[in-house]
């Protein structure tokens, strides 16, 4: 059975550009979370989505935006790239929407922005 | 603030001994404690968690302990193996809220 898939694996962007990475959460789990990890730090959390809706946001800008679909995957959106949001972006996906055991993750997107 | 620490960024054990990874947290309405361990190139991996309302849960060589009043959990790696060399994540949740990690803590198990 197929984990947490997330697309692409690396990216490479511009200053000032546009990006949209992608997340399909395990077969059956209708939550999806989003966090950035930078390098020598623990992931920070961006966004939970849970049926389709926002049910938490984390401490970043608006330039940051997501959504679920209705087979419950998901995408996350960076407008107007800068440099520090060069990171690990992680997908989670859990059963229920507040799952004790623990989120299933994702190997991330690795985005570099130039 | 960071609401879930663990102070020691790097630990070197030798296979075959214990390590012991510390976690200490700030937010008394955390009710869940949970450790992660990541590869390189790998997304976090559930390792093992333990509810507020116990001091300890094991499952095989990992064991989690809770001390509530000092607000610090450790993690229990016994026997250490080669292959435990990771990051290892400390991270906590209340029942309806995300999940915060801290910063992580590099363990090297020397063959």
């Known amino acids: 059975d197929a984990g947490v898939t997330q697309s692409p694996t690396h990216l490479i962007k511009t200053r000032g550009q546009q990006v949209t990475l992608r997340c399909s959460p395990i077969s059956g789990h209708k939550s999806v979370s989003w966090y950035q990890q930078v390098l020598g730090q623990g992931p920070q959390f961006i966004f939970q989505?849970?049926?389709?809706?926002?049910?938490g946001r984390g401490n970043f800008p608006d330039r940051f935006s997501a959504r679920q679909f209705p087979n419950y995957s998901s995408e996350l959106n960076v407008n107007a790239l800068l440099l520090g949001d060069s990171a690990l972006y992680l997908c989670?996906?859990?059963?229920?929407?507040?799952?004790?055991?623990?989120?299933?993750f994702g190997s991330g997107t690795r985005l570099t922005v130039v | 603030d960071q609401q879930v620490k663990q102070n020691s960024p790097s630990l070197s054990v030798q296979e075959g001994r214990i390590s012991i990874l510390n976690c200490d947290y700030t937010?008394?309405?955390?009710?869940?404690f949970l450790w992660y361990k990541k590869y390189p190139a790998e997304g976090p991996t559930f390792l093992i968690s333990?509810?507020?309302?116990?001091d300890k849960n094991e499952d095989g060589r990992f064991t989690v302990f809770l001390n509530k009043s000092a607000k610090h959990l450790s993690l229990h790696i016994v026997p250490s193996q080669p292959g435990d060399s990771a990051v290892y994540f400390c991270a906590a949740k209340t029942s309806y809220d995300k999940v915060i990690f801290g910063p992580g803590t590099s363990l090297s198990v020397i063959p």
């Open positions: 989670a996906s859990s059963l229920g929407e507040t799952d004790s055991y623990g989120y299933t």
């Open positions: 333990i509810s507020s309302i116990k």
């Open positions: 937010n008394s309405m955390f009710d869940y």
């Open positions: 989505y849970y049926e389709k809706e926002e049910r």
